[in-house]
């Protein structure tokens, strides 16, 4: 058996420490160490790699009853800024957050012709505007509707001109920044794993299926990695085969009656629970039919054992989800990390 690397044990006692910090707030190197299990000697040699890279600050000290007080750390919200933009054909919408995955600002821009141009344009103009006070790292994630593989969109509407071209390149060139240009199921799942990690309730895993009207797509976050597949085309399922020939998405687009509905999507949801088996699924998006979500619920029951079904929930706005996933991908640009998850959800 190989020994593990040492760039590998540092980047993972990075992420335990920032994790520590993400959940305490503020924290001395002692309750850090305590926290996380590491020694006090690598919990120091983390935050010295830390403040000097910008990412956390001193915030005072702890209280002593004799000798040095002990400095308290926090993660510094304005260690950087980032720039989520998910490109749509008719419109952009858009945030900026600070180092904490915070957003300070949000919006929608309708295209008028060129989406991916004026998705550049509109950063430019944001990071003009906020010339005086931002802070000197930043970078930018860009989510598309369709997969992403080496920088080319390989599927979805802008595939005739992006397929043989690099997306990251061209917004790199455009603005000088780090850019991650990301599929948008991917991003989208992304964020609701980190946001309910946030709030305390981590997912080993979970599967977000969103149907919006062009197709059905689907993430899939494991152990708080995006799984993308080899070629990037892991979760595009509307391309599933169906027995009649027709994919689900063709099946779904032309099924009115409600019990046909809730029996193609649920046995779709099943197809997933068979390859993944997540802890959670999440279906929605603005062309998921919410009326019949409890008939899906209920079908989705009846098709899987208990012991093996993961719970299932259905969400109505994926788009705050979805530009959380993006600001969250643009922070990993600035400070590279792994993701730890530490213990299985109850859900």
């Given at each position: 058996?190989?020994?593990?690397?040492?760039?590998?044990?540092?980047?993972?006692?990075?992420?335990?420490?920032?994790?520590?910090?993400?959940?305490?707030?503020?924290?001395?190197?002692?309750?850090?160490?305590?926290?996380?299990?590491?020694?006090?000697?690598?919990?120091?040699?983390?935050?010295?790699?830390?403040?000097?890279?910008?990412?956390?600050?001193?915030?005072?000290?702890?209280?002593?009853?004799?000798?040095?007080?002990?400095?308290?750390?926090?993660?510094?919200?304005?260690?950087?800024?980032?720039?989520?933009?998910?490109?749509?054909?008719?419109?952009?919408?858009?945030?900026?957050?600070?180092?904490?995955?915070?957003?300070?600002?949000?919006?929608?821009?309708?295209?008028?012709?060129?989406?991916?141009?004026?998705?550049?344009?509109?950063?430019?103009?944001?990071?003009?505007?906020?010339?005086?006070?931002?802070?000197?790292?930043?970078?930018?994630?860009?989510?598309?509707?369709?997969?992403?593989l080496d920088g080319r969109i390989i599927t979805g509407f802008l595939r005739d001109e992006w397929e043989d071209r690099d997306a990251a390149s061209y917004f790199i060139s455009r603005l000088g920044l780090p850019v991650v240009v990301e599929n948008d199921m991917n991003a989208t799942a992304l964020g609701f794993s980190r946001r309910t990690a946030k709030e305390g309730r981590e997912l080993e895993s979970l599967a977000y299926i969103v149907t919006n009207g062009r197709c059905t797509g689907s993430g899939y976050v494991c152990g708080g990695q995006v799984v993308r597949g080899a070629a990037r085309f892991a979760g595009e399922l509307g391309f599933l085969p169906q027995a009649s020939g027709r994919t689900f998405d063709e099946e779904l687009a032309e099924t009115e009656n409600a019990a046909g509905y809730a029996r193609l999507y649920a046995a779709a949801l099943e197809t997933v629970n068979c390859v993944v088996n997540p802890a959670l699924i999440v279906a929605g998006g603005t062309a998921f039919r919410f009326e019949l979500s409890d008939a899906v619920g209920a079908e989705f029951a009846a098709r899987i054992d208990p012991s093996i079904r993961p719970a299932l929930v259905f969400e109505k706005d994926t788009r705050p989800d979805y530009l959380y996933g993006l600001c969250g991908l643009a922070i990993d640009e600035v400070f590279p990390a792994y993701r730890i998850i530490e213990k299985r959800s109850s859900l």
């Amino acid at each position: 058996m190989s020994a593990v690397r040492p760039e590998f044990m540092k980047r993972a006692n990075e992420a335990l420490v920032r994790s520590a910090l993400e959940n305490l707030g503020r924290a001395s190197k002692g309750a850090l160490a305590a926290d996380t299990g590491l020694s006090l000697t690598t919990v120091g040699q983390v935050l010295a790699q830390m403040s000097e890279n910008g990412e956390i600050r001193l915030s005072g000290y702890a209280d002593s009853s004799g000798g040095r007080k002990a400095g308290v750390y926090e993660l510094d919200p304005e260690a950087c800024a980032v720039y989520a933009v998910a490109v749509e054909r008719d419109r952009l919408d858009w945030a900026v957050a600070n180092a904490l995955g915070t957003v300070t600002a949000d919006g929608t821009r309708l295209v008028r012709e060129d989406p991916m141009a004026e998705a550049a344009a509109l950063i430019e103009g944001l990071r003009r505007d906020a010339l005086i006070e931002r802070p000197p790292r930043a970078a930018v994630a860009v989510g598309v509707p369709g997969a992403v593989l080496d920088g080319r969109i390989i599927t979805g509407f802008l595939r005739d001109e992006w397929e043989d071209r690099d997306a990251a390149s061209y917004f790199i060139s455009r603005l000088g920044l780090p850019v991650v240009v990301e599929n948008d199921m991917n991003a989208t799942a992304l964020g609701f794993s980190r946001r309910t990690a946030k709030e305390g309730r981590e997912l080993e895993s979970l599967a977000y299926i969103v149907t919006n009207g062009r197709c059905t797509g689907s993430g899939y976050v494991c152990g708080g990695q995006v799984v993308r597949g080899a070629a990037r085309f892991a979760g595009e399922l509307g391309f599933l085969p169906q027995a009649s020939g027709r994919t689900f998405d063709e099946e779904l687009a032309e099924t009115e009656n409600a019990a046909g509905y809730a029996r193609l999507y649920a046995a779709a949801l099943e197809t997933v629970n068979c390859v993944v088996n997540p802890a959670l699924i999440v279906a929605g998006g603005t062309a998921f039919r919410f009326e019949l979500s409890d008939a899906v619920g209920a079908e989705f029951a009846a098709r899987i054992d208990p012991s093996i079904r993961p719970a299932l929930v259905f969400e109505k706005d994926t788009r705050p989800d979805y530009l959380y996933g993006l600001c969250g991908l643009a922070i990993d640009e600035v400070f590279p990390a792994y993701r730890i998850i530490e213990k299985r959800s109850s859900l």
